[in-house]
């Protein structure tokens, strides 16, 4: 069964209308008009904050998602246009399946971001004498080989167009943690699969960017806490936001942004968040 | 003999009007009107580009030199109304008097960049058995020390006033080499500079993010090429820059910038720089 | 199916003999007398180098691998007593079994090396765009799910014991690649294998050194060159070894017997090793 | 005035005796004999610890600090026949006639370990806007300048002499703290020393590794331990030892031995010793 499709294409109309709803709000920015970005990963975190903010730099949005008709997703179609793509991203089709039917709908994108964490839940604070290995093999395969298989199929579809003026094809960009960076305790295979990805993405940045592909590695070094209906930021575990002792996800999707526009001359492959108060 | 003074105080009135002229062209950002930069270190490349955007962008900025009487940086008087200090940045007292002249004359500095390289001609490419002990030593001192220097009156200026409303006292950002994360054969010197000076920020950034202070290390791992008067990129001993192949000092301000006004939820404290082809 | 067995237990005896006619050329060191070292991943190279060093030390030895019928492997036993076990190590009911059995046979290990690469033959120097994802995943699951598996199981066996006098439970060594710490062009997916297992390795060292368990990590930063029977060293792809500009597996096999002697108030856990000549 | 001699040479009768008597309680190794170390740096903790190994593995052995004339000091030469040398190591000319002079009384060193923290007193735990530059400065010079002065008269040395059948010249090793590598807060000063000699001793390794020495990088992330008189270990700021959670300076020595002795095949550069409980 093709798995990936362009969620609610039953009515296009629906999708259309929101859409040039949400282009009456865009700034006229010059930078992203035309511009396509898609983003592999959905939740109400960095993948809402990316998407909310590209769609208002003028750039036409995709996300992908294992359930693309989350609450959360569908308002990102409803208030600013962005595009549902359902994926499971550990299958080799169902990533073919994604871009060709994200390059058929909106265009090429120009800026793929990878934003899946990869971690099941009874995988959490085990120690390696407990961890299961089943779940110990899903967190890798979520995480380091679905960031192989949407690095792929991105560079394979930034490469096959024409070299533009400024010599810029594209931007890849993998979310991580700081597991990526420090193997924590209580936490191997999660060290092992954030560690994995950062493997990847480096060798990548050394092999794409010669040729005009951005790779850019961006750990997040804290809890992510979004803001809710009312106003407060909060993380499902961490609990409740304090004095910006969490990372907000807007301004994650701003560095982004910064990130994705760098001249080829100054190029940055790798920034960690983290807030002021983190230890580390 | 006091060694900091703002240069050509003689005609303060000549300065005045090349801030009131170059004012006029300043965008009216919000963010950063009112703000005032120092940046240490001045030359054609990152000083220059760093100083003409921090104008542009509507901040006082303070560039000092052992030697501020260079054309390049009397230009960024006459065009952009920058003013120009004269501190040797390896001696406490003039660093002193330099905090405390750009205190009185513009305000107190919120964004400082220590962009000291402290190579001395002689060190350059010598085996370490070849090296000249004291041209070793002064590399150190200009580089290490001179960051220790002005990292502790930065500080020192930005934990005296009261806390903002947004909780970011200041942005201390130190320019750095690829030297700073990699000791390369013959420069021993250099890599023992740039190392020390990348633990120093680090040591910094640990002690002072907590307190508000956001310090950056941004390691180039490049040559600087700037653009000459004919359009052209060049650099001293790497030659001309094809295909973006240098890195280019507006662009790094460009990202010092982006850097300063991070939200202290998610600040990066390391950001490396790097053209597209570099070798890494 | 029951996979993993002692090679060759047809015929117990053949192992005995070989194993009391090694014994007679041990070393009566007392360090190692008594003591079981497990290698996993068994071939020429640092499999074989350092089964005969542990051998030798007095130490009782097991190599597991998916083929323990090879001639490299045959010689171990008939000429160093060293027992032979089948297992996949991708496969948790294996690596479990192969635990089981060591323990009944030899008895419990105290020096556990992993010592598998992961990569598959087409895998090699492909580029990000032409690697077959199938290969990509069989290179991580081969390289850091063993890992994982063979971590588990070694740390489930050493923590069960009573804890010894010098409170060292055991030692856990992970060989790697320079792959670890760099990822290099053209090698997406060894860079995530290879990356992975330092991040578990460094997980599991956080957590199970306060416990007594010593865990290594040795990036081998070279081709390997072992010595054929008429003295060359040399390496599949690589050639011949020249100057000592390979890696000898029977130095490597040297260093691993120091890390795992290494006094508990002085743990070393990383050490890189590289010829004389290799660029890093 | 000349600033280095070997110390109490009015009596060089004195040391001859207590070399022999040393020489009869030495090994008969035959790895060390003949082979000459010199220590720089000398205190109760891995300097007298490295000094007695290093002299009953049957090398001469010489050690220069400040003030030679400590007690620790004499006993090493009463007991193991170590040679004392009195020597400022941040000047040129001191330890230019220090590599002198032991090249000259014991012959010209294999093994250089430069094991100098310096700290000066009032440096310690002080806020980066409270540290005393002077004191800064001092903290800088005594650890990286002096590293710089060791190391090239080291390399100056080993290169001077015939290849050695096994290419191995000379080992040069630098002892380090954890502020090699990570940036603690409350101790800049200290943090950009140990960068400092850590960029300087990579530079060096990458310059001096395939000319035949071996460049050696050992950061202690502990506080250390000796034994003392009573049989008790202790750090003179963090207490006494328990359960071996300080770094055991016997234990360090045997490591920088192993070190020293490895094959240029398969050479470590970096070496980071813990103990067990650290966290890190």
């Known amino acids: 069964m093709a798995a990936t499709v362009a969620f609610a294409i039953a009515d296009p109309g629906h999708w259309l209308a929101a859409r040039l709803a949400a282009g009456s709000r865009m700034s006229n920015s010059s930078n992203g008009t035309g511009e396509v970005a898609l983003i592999v990963g959905g939740g109400p975190g960095v993948s809402s904050s990316s998407a909310r903010l590209f769609a208002r730099e003028g750039m036409g949005v995709a996300v992908a998602a294992r359930t693309p008709?989350?609450?959360v997703l569908e308002a990102l179609e409803a208030e600013h246009g962005v595009r549902r793509y359902a994926?499971?991203?550990r299958e080799p089709g169902d990533v073919?399946?994604?871009f060709e039917a994200v390059s058929k709908d909106l265009g090429v994108p120009k800026l793929v971001v990878h934003n899946i964490d990869g971690?099941?839940?009874?995988?959490?604070r085990k120690p390696i004498t407990e961890a299961d290995p089943q779940l110990a093999r899903e967190t890798i395969l979520n995480s380091t080989i679905s960031a192989f298989l949407v690095g792929q199929h991105a560079a394979r579809c930034m490469l096959a167009g024409d070299l533009p003026e400024d010599g810029h094809r594209g931007t890849i960009l993998f979310t991580n943690a700081s597991a990526a960076f420090k193997g924590y305790p209580l936490s191997g295979a999660f060290a092992a699969a954030s560690h994995g990805k950062s493997g990847l993405a480096q060798?990548?940045?050394?092999?794409?960017?010669?040729?005009?592909?951005h790779v850019v590695h961006c750990p997040i070094d804290a809890a992510i806490g979004w803001t809710r209906e009312d106003g407060t930021r909060k993380h499902w575990l961490a609990g409740e936001t304090r004095d910006d002792d969490m990372a907000d996800p807007d301004r994650i999707a701003e560095t982004y942004l910064h990130l994705h526009r760098q001249h080829r001359s100054t190029w940055t492959y790798e920034a960690v968040m983290r807030p002021w108060k983190e230890r580390w």
Do not use: H, N, T, W
């Not at 971690?119 to 959490?124: M, P």
């Not at 060798?203 to 592909?213: N, V």
């Open 96 to 98: 073919a399946g994604l």
């Open 87 to 89: 994926c499971d991203a």
């Open 69 to 71: 008709d989350k609450p």
């Open 203 to 213: 060798s990548m940045a050394r092999e794409l960017m010669p040729q005009g592909i």
């Open 119 to 124: 971690r099941v839940g009874d995988i959490f």
